[in-house]
Each structure stands twice: as C-alpha cells, then as structure tokens.
C-alpha cells in the first residue's frame, strides 16, 4: 500500500535559518505530492503541492520538488520565521478513483528568535 | 466563503459508549472526508462520501460509520467505543468531480474525543 517516511522532529532553528524537513514515499503510479501544515490551534491546511515529476511547489517561502527516480519531496524554505512554527505532513494522494490522502506521521518545527 | 465547521470541539465518553461528530463542508464542496489523527501521529483516512454515498474506506470497523446529507454536511458515527478510539477526529471537504479529485483537502479544527 501506499505510505509517507518524514524526518522525525522535532526540528528546532534559529529565525534566518535553512529549513529541510525529508518526505520520500511509496506508491503505485503517478501520486499528487503535498506538504500540509497545522499550526497551533488550528486545522491543517494545504502549503503546496505538486501533481506530477519535477513539478515543484511553492508557497510562502516554502518550496518542494517531484522526484520520482528517488521518490521524494522535500521540503525547504531559505529563511524560517518564528511564525513558521508548526507541525508539517507530507502526504500523497494515488489519484485512483476515489481520494484517499496518505499523510506521514508530522514533523514539529519551533522556530526561536 | 464559509469553512469547514466541525462539532462538538471536545467530548468526553466512556468505553462502550456511541458517539456522533459533525461537520459542515466548505460552501462548493460535495465531498467529506473523514480521519483520525492520534496524538503525534499523522490523520489516517476512515471514508469518503459522494453524493450522499461512501465511496471509499480505509481500515476501520463497521463501528465506524458515516452520513451525508444532501446539503453536503455528514456525521461520523462511533458505536462501541474502545479507549483507543481517543483522538482528534477531522473532516475535510473537497470538490469532485465522478467522484475523483485533486487530494486538495481544506480540514476543520476537528473534534477531540476521549474514551474514559
């Protein structure tokens, strides 16, 4: 079946620092990748996503690229804020029929000042 | 646009016990999704609902159940509870279209249940 491996957390930086948090996976096919977020108190939300190889996805600073030959999509972002603290999930969705969306087990970024 | 809304936040029961959570999908969305998500673990798919149908479950027991109604919004249904069914529940809601979609899920806060 379909799985998602993240680095375990968690991961503490200093604001300004580079961020990489590891995602691979394993799936039959060609599955959607994402990274969602949760943060404090809140619901998880959609950061980016990527639908086919070598597509890479941004969003607020955030970044991650397909890999298909080493199936990953690691997430990275050149300079972390405090506000970036949170809890990230790689994910992926299979695409077959209905939607079932795989997630990993989270990664907990606190960032300090 | 309105989110997903979920309900009760919190809920304590006891083994044993049944237990309905619900949720109100994103205005546009005729899909929800069902998941639980234990403590610093990642959400795991329970089922999906289409049209008012379940079209899709992962491994869970019959106890687990569901709803949708034609304005979309769905209940989760636990019979039978066991201690290891505390966690947070979340809904998501997403666009479909014959019952395939992006994996664009949008989740509420969720429910946050605990089986004494």
């Known amino acids: 079946g379909n799985s998602v491996t993240q680095m375990e957390g968690p991961v503490t930086l200093s604001e300004e620092a580079f961020l990489t948090i590891n995602c691979t996976y394993t799936a039959t096919g060609y599955p959607s990748l994402f990274w969602y977020v949760q943060y404090p108190g809140e619901g998880l939300q959609l950061l980016l996503k990527a639908t086919k190889a070598d597509d890479k996805g941004s969003n607020k600073g955030f970044e991650a690229t397909y890999r298909k030959e080493t199936t990953s999509f690691h997430l990275e972002k050149g300079s972390v804020q405090v506000s970036d603290s949170a809890v990230y999930f790689c994910a992926l969705s299979d695409r077959k029929g209905y939607q079932k969306v795989t997630f990993g087990t989270g990664t907990k970024l606190q960032v300090i000042p | 646009e309105t989110g997903v809304t979920q309900s009760p936040t919190h809920l304590i029961k006891t083994r044993g016990q049944q237990v309905t959570l619900r949720c109100s999908s994103q205005s546009g969305h005729n899909t929800v999704s069902w998941y639980q998500q234990a403590l610093g673990q990642g959400p795991q798919f329970i089922f999906q609902y289409y049209r008012e149908e379940e079209n899709g479950r992962g491994n869970f027991p019959p106890r687990f159940s569901g709803l949708q109604f034609p304005n979309y919004s769905s209940e989760l249904n636990v019979n039978a509870l066991e201690l290891d069914d505390s966690a947070l529940y979340l809904c998501?809601?997403?666009?479909?279209?014959?019952?395939?979609?992006?994996?664009?899920?949008?989740f509420g806060e969720g429910s946050r249940l605990t089986v004494l």
């Open positions: 998501a809601s997403s666009s479909a279209q014959g019952g395939r979609n992006t994996g664009e899920l949008f």
